[in-house]
């Protein structure tokens, strides 16, 4: 009977401690040249970039070089935060300046990863989805974790 409560309490636990911090933390990366054909050849390039610190704090970086445009850079920075499987975002008024400009308080990404229970041979990759946001550019942005 002792080994079924032991059992039952070992099995809750590692449901509710989903992810580390460890787990989380890292370089995460999409984007590049996109060609778009009509008459003329077209060339664009985008991407986003976001950079979780073990330490707690993020930047993100998104570009974007359209053909006959200028260069076009949107920062923001702040503290990151891990709840179960949720990265919670917060921006303070110091983290805003004339280069880190965007403020993505309650902004709120998904972390995804292979269990490591599961013996599956399909490669996986870790990523990173935002769901919730107030900044339109990264509503529904996946972007997979480069640096494993």
Request: aromatic share 14%; proline share 4%.
């Given at each position: 009977?002792?080994?079924?409560?032991?059992?039952?309490?070992?099995m809750?636990?590692?449901?509710?401690?989903?992810?580390?911090?460890?787990?989380?933390?890292?370089?995460?990366?999409?984007?590049?040249?996109?060609?778009?054909?009509?008459?003329?050849?077209?060339?664009?390039?985008?991407?986003?970039?976001?950079?979780?610190?073990?330490?707690?704090?993020?930047?993100?970086?998104?570009?974007?070089?359209?053909?006959?445009?200028?260069?076009?850079?949107?920062?923001?920075?702040?503290?990151?935060?891990?709840?179960?499987?949720?990265?919670?975002?917060?921006?303070?008024?110091?983290?805003i300046?004339?280069?880190?400009?965007?403020?993505?308080?309650?902004?709120?990404?998904?972390?995804?990863?292979?269990?490591?229970?599961?013996?599956s041979?399909?490669?996986?990759?870790?990523?990173?989805?935002?769901?919730?946001?107030?900044?339109?550019?990264?509503?529904?942005?996946?972007?997979?974790?480069?640096?494993e």
């Amino acid at each position: 009977m002792a080994f079924l409560i032991f059992a039952f309490a070992k099995m809750g636990n590692a449901q509710t401690s989903a992810f580390t911090t460890d787990d989380v933390s890292g370089v995460y990366k999409k984007g590049g040249k996109t060609i778009n054909v009509n008459i003329v050849p077209k060339t664009s390039v985008i991407t986003w970039s976001l950079t979780l610190s073990p330490n707690g704090r993020f930047e993100y970086h998104n570009f974007r070089q359209l053909k006959g445009q200028k260069e076009e850079h949107w920062w923001a920075r702040g503290n990151w935060k891990l709840k179960g499987k949720i990265v919670l975002f917060t921006t303070t008024e110091d983290d805003i300046n004339h280069q880190f400009t965007i403020d993505l308080n309650n902004t709120k990404a998904r972390f995804f990863k292979k269990s490591p229970r599961s013996k599956s041979p399909k490669i996986q990759p870790t990523y990173i989805q935002f769901f919730e946001s107030d900044y339109s550019l990264t509503k529904n942005l996946k972007l997979p974790k480069t640096d494993e």
